[in-house]
């Protein structure tokens, strides 16, 4: 760990300099932690970048015995590293899982933590109730964390490498009672909740849950979605971007790269959307008169009437809102309504190629993985094709 701070000086031209202490190991007599300190550089960025020349110095061995590396410095020298080839969104996700590492691992020597205890901690978060996605989550953070450790030959081998995730043992009951959640509309549950968005829903829910449900965009990209992205002549929009607010602020967002290069992508509009967004920005103008200075023209397409960007928490209240006026008893969040659109695509016939390039998946398998819940209405059809194709042929046994 280290801190930064500013030294007063009588010849540096803004009349201070920055200097840094940082800790680098444990005292074997004392059991005391032992630091260093440098001083006089021009900048805060100038003395950071001292800072982590020294401190890869130290962990290669050339000051330091990697004997005495704890975790939560191999953890703070990697994600300093990660910082800089991610999108904020996944860092802050990352340090949600941090916390957790920490917690265990924090002040424990990397030489010390062994296979059963980290496998124990996977453990133990399965038995406390957390999700096997969460778990899975923790599982890559912490391999990435102690791939940091391989790289800088503090450790021969991860604790992670053989660990075993917990899986979820599905019993007889749950298959029989089918309890699997469905996180997609079928096309008459679509119908219907469109029809209570547009006659009861607020400003924007008939737009964006129409256009979401059509496209099958993330939330995110429907979110940072610009009139210049739309091409009204030709029927095409087109995702570059999606839209990032951790703190829920309406006025607090970031403009950020797709997911994965797959992610940015033209696709083809129904008339029927064009028509919904044309409509909307006739109205959309008139908030804008009504806003006058005080609208923040930036050309969002899902804006607030003061013109700033609508949330992704915001309108998961909405969607609740409007499901509890509807009959449909799923659990449905915006992000379903882009799973009922890929399934709807697959019950018109589009192949795995032409779903992953509409969706904008990297892989191929996350398609095929929504092949595998068409909807009930496509089961019941081809049933019923084989129930005929067999009725013909027991006639003529």
Known sequence: MAYFRKIKSKTAK????????????????????????????????????????????????????????????????WLESYKKTVKISTI????????????????????????????????????????????????????????????????????ATFAKLPKKQVTVEE???DETKVNFLEKKELMEFLEVAKIEGLYLDYQLFSTLSYTGMRIGEALALKWTDIDFETGIISITKTLFNG????????LLPPKTKESIRTIFVDEFILKV?????????????????????????????NGYPVTTKFMNHRIRRLLKKTSITKHITPHSLRHTHASLLIEAGAGVKEVQEILGH????????????????????????????????????
């Open 247 to 254: 703190t829920n602020r309406m006025t607090n967002y970031q």
């Open 362 to 397: 990297s892989d191929v398998t996350t398609t095929m993985n929504i092949y595998a819940h068409m909807t009930k209405d496509l089961k019941e059809k081809t049933s019923h094709k084989f129930s005929q194709l067999m009725r013909n042929l027991n006639e003529n046994l």
């Open 92 to 159: 802050r996700s990352r340090k949600n899982l941090i916390k957790h590492l920490l917690h265990y691992f924090g002040n424990v020597k990397l030489k010390n933590i062994k296979r059963h205890m980290y496998q124990q901690m996977l453990d133990d978060f399965y038995e406390k109730g957390y999700s096997l996605s969460s778990i899975s989550s923790l599982h890559i953070t912490a391999n990435l964390i102690f791939k940091r450790a391989l790289e800088l030959e503090l450790i021969h081998q991860s604790p």
């Open 175 to 177: 298959v029989e009672s």
């Open 277 to 305: 967004l044309k409509r909307h920005k006739v109205q959309q103008s008139e908030y804008k008169l009504l806003a006058g200075t005080d609208y923040a023209n930036e050309d969002f397409v899902f804006a607030n009437p």
């Open 14 to 77: 803004k009349g201070y300099t920055w200097g840094f202490t940082m800790d680098v190991g444990i005292d074997p007599v004392t059991g005391k932690r032992k630091q260093t300190s440098r001083r006089g550089f021009a900048t805060k960025s100038e003395a950071e970048a001292a800072y982590h020349a020294l401190k890869g110095q130290l962990y290669k061995g050339m000051k330091l015995e990697s004997n005495d590396v704890l975790f939560k410095d191999v953890l703070e020298d």
